[in-house]
Every structure is written in C-alpha cells, then in structure tokens.
T-cell receptor
Framework: SAVISQKPSRDICQRGTSLTIQCQVDSQVTMMFWYRQQPGQSLTLIATANQGSEATYESGFVIDKFPISRPNLTFSTLTVSNMSPEDSSIYLC????????????FGPGTRLTVT | AQTVTQSQPEMSVQEAETVTLSCTYDTSESDYYLFWYKQPPSRQMILVIRQEAYKQQNATENRFSVNFQKAAKSFSLKISDSQLGDAAMYFCAFNTGTASKLTFGTGTRLQVTL
C-alpha cells in the first residue's frame, strides 16, 4: 500500500482565482491519478500523471483549466484555474504502487468550495 | 466503453446482520480487475476488496466477500456481521491494469442501524 497526503484539506475560494493542490506519497510510484468528485456524485478521472511526461487528460478536462505537475516520483500538483462555482468538488489523488497490484490508493481529498 | 452500474442508491442493515450490495459492469476486455471501495463521511477512499477476473475463486477479506459472476458481469459485495463502522458510501470500480484508470459506479449508501 501507500500513504498519501494532500494539501490543503479544504479551501474556500473566490471565483476567478486559482488553487493548487499538492499530493505527496511516502514511496516512489510511477502512476499518479487525479479524480474529481462533485457533490453527491461518484469519482471521475481528470488526468493521469507520469513522472517525466505530460499528463494525459480525460475527455472533458483540459490542461489550461487543470494544469498538472509531476516533478518527481513522490509528488504531484493539480491546479484548478479560473475557478467557478461549478468547480466546487472534492479533488482526490491516487497512486498505483506498480508492485503487481492493480488497485489504487487514495489521498484524503481536498474539499474545494468556490463562492 | 466500460461502465459500472450500481442499482441500489441506498441500503439499510441492522447491526450484526448481513447485507449484499449489487454491481454490474460492462467491458469487452478479457483481463480486468474489480474493486469495492468504501468512503465514510471523512471522504477517505478505502479499498475493501479486490478481484482479478482470471480468478474463479471469490475474494474474501474477513467479514467482506464477493460473489463474482464473470459470465453475467456481476460483482456483488456481501458484508457479514455488519457493524456501525460499516456505514459509508460503497463504490464498485473496475480497471484493466496498473496504468488504467478506475471507472466507478454511482455508489450505494449503506446505513447500519441498531
């Protein structure tokens, strides 16, 4: 398994501003994923972040809105840009440890409210 | 397209009783992996149990077990001896490998009553 932390745990932001969410893992991992969970909904993948390459975005998500950095094998950031109330969600990062297991382990999430 | 369907938005079970949560999925892949995740109010996603599609034997983890019916594309979760701490949202999920995203169902909210 893996221990994952996220910062901040929650934030309230004004529309038009940007927020950067950090995800830190206690071990080196190849694959990191960013998900969005809108209120009362399930999880939807935003993008997959591999170290040393550009993030791969899912349909409906674009780099200008959700830029992602992956500077090393234990850390990633997701920025939510030019926020609107529709961006109010929980944002979760997850990892696959790549040790032959196929499950993903999740961070505690960042609850974002945009006013 | 790969889809996961959970047809029970809410379920309720009495403490110490058994409950089964349903999940069906659709995929054209022959090799894949199925999971049940629990999300309590703390919002932390916790892996409950996993099943490899190539394994015929149903996975078990203590009080949690699955009924995996590959031909029917069904993957239900049975919780035995339910406890108050089992109250949470339960998500069924699916992927096709380590580099593959998880596709989630819409979730089932489980209530545990005294």
């Amino acid at each position: 398994s893996a221990v994952i932390s996220q910062k901040p745990s929650r934030d309230i932001c004004q529309r038009g501003t940007s927020l950067t969410i950090q995800c830190q893992v206690d071990s080196q991992v190849t694959m990191m994923f960013w998900y969005r969970q809108q209120p009362g909904q399930s999880l939807t993948l935003i993008a997959t972040a591999n170290q040393g390459s550009e993030a791969t975005y899912e349909s409906g998500f674009v780099i200008d809105k959700f830029p992602i950095s992956r500077p090393n094998l234990t850390f990633s950031t997701l920025t939510v840009s030019n926020m609107s109330p529709e961006d109010s969600s929980i944002y979760l990062c997850s990892v696959n440890t790549g040790t032959g297991d196929y499950e993903q382990y999740f961070g505690p999430g960042t609850r974002l409210t945009v006013t | 397209a790969q889809t996961v369907t959970q047809s029970q938005p809410e379920m309720s079970v009495q403490e110490a009783e058994t409950v089964t949560l349903s999940c069906t999925y659709d995929t054209s892949e022959s090799d894949y992996y199925l999971f049940w995740y629990k999300q309590p109010p703390s919002r932390q996603m916790i892996l409950v149990i996993r099943q490899e599609a190539y394994k015929q034997q149903n996975a078990t983890e203590n009080r949690f077990s699955v009924n995996f019916q590959k031909a029917a594309k069904s993957f239900s979760l049975k919780i035995s001896d339910s406890q108050l701490g089992d109250a949470a949202m339960y998500f069924c999920a699916f992927n096709t490998g380590t580099a593959s995203k998880l596709t989630f169902g819409t979730g089932t909210r489980l209530q545990v009553t005294l």
